[in-house]
Structures are given as C-alpha cells and as structure tokens.
C-alpha cells in the first residue's frame, strides 16, 4: 500500500499550492484519507481529513476558511487546496489514510489512520 503525496513547493505568503495524495495498493473508499503536517521537534498536527464515503469533512482552526479537502471520483485521490498561505504553515505535511469509516469526531484523530505516505515539503515566505 502506498499513499503518494505531491504538490509541495515553495510560494510567497498570500499564494496557493494544492497537495494531491493518490493511494495505490488499495482503496479507501469506505474510510478517510486526511492531511497533517509536523515541523521537526514538534508534535504531529491534524489538517484536514475526508470520508470518502460521504465526502464529511473536518479541519483545524487554524487552517479553516483557507485550506479544502476534497476527493475524486474515483476515491482514490484526495486534494488539499491551500490559498492565503502563511509564513506559519511553512512545514512538511503527510497524508493518511483509514481502511474503516471513522466517526466525524474521530478524523482528526491520528490513531484512526493506518497508512501514512511521505512527506511533502511546502516553504511560505513573507
């Protein structure tokens, strides 16, 4: 199983990038699939995730009003939309993805999640 992030890249602060994660392998189509990021040294953080499903969706607060998730059709790539970027979201971000349908409270939860692909490195200047 593989989850395949791409996307990353360097941009200035007000710009948008948009990460893709295909997974190959298997499908998650009866799960979730979600974005986090961690900068070294600190704690792994929630971003967004989707059920696959359903197309439910959940996002932090810091990243809500600014970042979208979305999925394809064929459920096996999910989509970050990141505009009005911030020095602050200068970090490596990784996608998830779950085989079993999580709860809406439990997405943000990294326990829930069994693959995890590598990261992808995105760099906000001012």
């Known amino acids: 199983v593989q989850l395949q992030a791409s996307g990353g890249g360097s941009v200035q602060a007000g710009g948008s990038l948009r990460l893709s994660c295909t997974a190959s392998?298997?499908?998650?189509?009866?799960?979730?699939m979600a974005w986090f990021r961690q900068a070294p040294g600190k704690e792994r953080e929630f971003v967004a995730a989707i059920r696959l499903s359903d197309r439910a969706t959940d996002s932090s607060t810091s990243v809500k009003g600014r970042f979208t998730i979305s999925r394809d059709v064929a459920k096996t790539t999910v989509h970050l939309q990141m505009d009005d970027l911030k020095p602050e979201d200068t970090v490596h971000y990784y996608c998830?993805?779950?085989?079993?349908?999580?709860?809406?409270?439990?997405?943000?939860?990294?326990?829930?999640?069994?693959?995890w692909g590598q990261g992808t490195l995105v760099t906000v200047s001012s």
């Open positions: 392998g298997r499908t998650f189509s009866s799960g979730a």
């Open positions: 998830a993805g779950a085989i079993r349908r999580p709860i809406l409270s439990n997405l943000r939860n990294p326990a829930v999640y069994d693959y």
